[in-house]
């Protein structure tokens, strides 16, 4: 492709990528160095780096992390195991799988902040499973530090699963059927055939799934805001939550921006490794 022409199709591009990621990180960057409150907005007050030690030092944001991290561990390998069995059972069905898709898809599509809500009123005093579970198990949950973050993972699980289940059903969609029927040949059981053909097949998507999951759970904000209504004693505070609470609950906007800018951090050093993968992967394709 000429220089011209390259040059004409990628522009708009760059230009929307510097206009919404780049100057915004960058304005982020420089107010993370300033001692920002809503009382002093029009003259912010130079600090250097003080934001970023005060957050580095903040017991808080260690926390928050860490619970963060928690919740990525517990999500994303549930999330693709989860769609991939759904997948596969999705494969088998013939009749009415769009009617299924559909289904499945409805607390993906659904706005984060109303299916947060209905999903708290199913576990709520009064709701069906709250109701349910007294009068199976004699059990009454009560919402506290220890069920309210199992409910956020829970909810989280729910509403993420049908996109790695759609994504891995379009996967098996182009399952070489030479290799499977070579497979049968031969003996192997459905479980070989999965293990050592479909599972390897859909290994970049898997990458993919991670990626993107991984991302999506690092942000998690609506579930967290709905569930523990900004009470503290539930002790689930994710990072975005604990950031938004900085800027608006504490009125420390320099340093919420430092905490951002740590995440953004936080986020790379997490997916280096899928990134690797991803990048080592094309350079054997090629």
């Known amino acids: ?17 510097l206009a919404l990621m780049t100057l915004p990180l960058l304005a982020s960057v420089v ?31 260690w926390d928050s992390l860490e619970f963060t991290l928690i919740f990525i561990a517990a999500t994303v390998p549930t999330r693709i195991v989860l769609g991939l069995i759904f ?38 005093r009064g709701g ?3 109701y349910w579970m007294q009068q199976l198990f004699d059990y009454r949950l009560f919402m506290d530090s220890t069920t309210v973050p199992l409910l956020i993972i829970f909810h989280n699980i729910w509403t993420a699963t049908p996109f790695a289940m759609i994504v891995l ?24 055939q999965l293990w050592h053909v479909a599972i390897p097949h859909l290994r970049s ?15 998690v904000f ?25 800027a608006l609950s504490f009125g420390r906007l320099g340093k919420a921006n430092a905490m951002s800018i740590l995440t953004v951090i936080g986020i790379f050093v997490v997916l280096i490794p899928f990134l ?10 090629v």
Do not use: C
Request: aromatic letters at 16%.
């Open 205 to 219: 998507l898997f990458v993919f799934i991670a990626l993107i999951s991984i991302m999506d759970a690092y942000r």
């Open 31 to 61: 107010l993370g160095m300033h001692y920002i409150t809503f009382r002093n907005l029009d003259a912010p007050l130079w600090v250097g780096l003080q934001n970023y030690e005060q957050a580095l030092a903040d017991p808080e944001f």
């Open 222 to 246: 609506d579930s967290v805001f709905v569930l523990t209504q900004q009470n503290p004693i539930f002790d689930a505070e994710t990072i975005m939550y604990y950031n938004f609470q900085v």
């Open 128 to 130: 069906p499973y709250w």
């Open 169 to 192: 059903f379009a996967g098996l969609q182009t399952l070489p059927q030479e290799s499977l029927e070579a497979a049968r040949v031969d003996g192997a059981s459905w479980l070989r």
């Open 276 to 285: 690797v993968m991803t990048y080592r992967e094309q350079v054997e394709e």
């Open 1 to 17: 492709m000429p220089t011209r022409a390259f040059t004409f199709f990628v522009a708009p591009s760059l230009i929307i990528m």
């Open 87 to 124: 997948a596969l059972l999705l494969d088998q069905i013939k009749r009415f799988r769009g009617v299924f898709i559909a289904a499945a898809l409805v607390p993906f599509v659904m706005t984060p902040v109303v299916g947060t809500l209905i999903f708290r009123d199913m576990f709520d």
